[in-house]
């Protein structure tokens, strides 16, 4: 049974730092790109964050979070992680993980596997 599981989120002030983190079973993670998305309410958008990928550890970040989100992977762990920093109130949102075999992407359709998200909130 394939389960993709996030877990970190919670309350932090502008400013603070969260870890995400994405644990994946029931599938050969190690084949696998994963993303990080993001959606600020149900009306709105998911937006990609960060991906990385399964062969060579190459990572995407997008300009909104460059320099403060790092993505992570431990193969070893099915794991992948989102180290983020100097986070805003911009950044409140449900965080989604996704998994797709080889290579990474930007299009939500090419997504088999997803978790149940993981809220995020930063106060001002």
């Known amino acids: 049974e394939v389960e993709v599981v996030e877990s970190g989120g919670g309350l932090v002030q502008a400013g603070g730092s969260l870890r995400l983190s994405c644990a994946a079973s029931g599938f050969a993670f190690d084949d696998y790109a994963v993303t990080w998305f993001r959606q600020a309410a149900p009306e709105k958008e998911r937006v990609i964050i960060s991906?990385?990928?399964?062969?060579?550890?190459?990572?995407y970040v997008a300009n909104s979070v460059k320099g403060r989100f790092t993505i992570s992977r431990d193969n070893a762990k099915n794991t992948v992680y989102l180290q983020m920093n100097s986070l805003k109130p911009e950044d409140t949102a449900v965080y989604y993980c996704?998994?797709?075999?080889?290579?990474?992407?930007?299009?939500?359709?090419?997504?088999?596997?997803w978790g149940q998200g993981t809220q995020v909130t930063v106060s001002s």
């Open positions: 996704a998994a797709k075999i080889h290579g990474m992407s930007g299009r939500l359709n090419d997504y088999p596997y």
């Open positions: 991906s990385i990928s399964c062969e060579d550890g190459r990572t």
